[in-house]
């Protein structure tokens, strides 16, 4: 079976754009949650969707936002770029809605902002 | 953001060492995951736990609940040069009504042939 999966792999955008990345989780995982991770940290959470609905935000803008399709796969969202916006977006899916479920990570997106 | 303390940050050991890195928190967890990171690439989950004094393997590594649920210690026994990597616990909690992971500062470890 093929695991999560994210696209693009990079990419590179001018402050002030949009960006839109892109995740499908594995089959069968109808939760989907976004991270940031910055060079030399740890992932931090951005938004958890379960069955479409938004079940759980981190401490991000306004500017970032997320849904989840019909078929389970998932949209991040990020509007009006800052250079603080360049990191690696992971994106990772579970087969619940997170409670006591392990998270599986995709290769991620690595966004750079000029 | 909020992260979890892991420590050592970063070590270099011989090929054939064990190695032991433990992730501490003021916060109690009822999940907590190891993941390896290597450059580039996503996160991969090496071991999850889900109960206080809960000690579980994968192989050559080795992972613990901490009893106090504050804590979550790894250890990797004969380590080889293909080891290298990231390491970061994860602890997972509800908050807010949402089940979250917390991710560590990380441990990266090199491993000198």
């Known amino acids: 079976d093929a695991g999560v999966t994210q696209s693009p792999t990079h990419l590179i955008k001018t402050r002030g754009q949009h960006v839109t990345l892109r995740c499908s989780p594995i089959s069968g995982h109808k939760s989907v949650s976004w991270y940031q991770q910055v060079l030399g940290q740890g992932p931090q959470f951005i938004f958890q969707y379960y069955e479409k609905e938004e079940r759980g935000r981190g401490n991000f803008p306004d500017r970032f936002s997320a849904r989840q399709f019909p078929n389970y796969s998932s949209e991040l969202n990020v509007n009006a770029l800052l250079l603080g916006d360049s990191a690696l977006y992971l994106c990772a899916s579970s087969p619940d809605r997170g409670g006591s479920y392990e998270q599986y990570f995709g290769p991620g997106t690595r966004l750079t902002v000029t | 953001g909020q992260q979890l303390n892991q420590s050592p940050q970063s070590m270099f050991i011989q090929e054939g060492e064990d190695v032991s890195m433990n992730c501490t928190s003021s916060?109690?967890?009822?999940?907590w995951l190891w993941y390896k990171q290597e450059p580039g690439e996503g996160p991969v989950l090496l071991i999850a736990l889900y109960k206080a004094g809960e000690l579980t393997s994968n192989g050559r590594l080795t992972a613990q609940f901490g009893i106090t649920r504050k804590d979550s210690f790894l250890n990797i026994s004969a380590s080889i040069p293909s080891d290298v990597g990231i390491y970061f616990c994860?602890?997972?909690?509800?908050?807010?009504?949402?089940?979250?992971?917390?991710f560590g500062t990380g441990t990266r470890l090199k491993v000198l042939a």
């Open positions: 916060s109690i967890f009822n999940t």
């Open positions: 994860a602890g997972g909690r509800t908050t807010s009504g949402t089940y979250k992971y917390i």
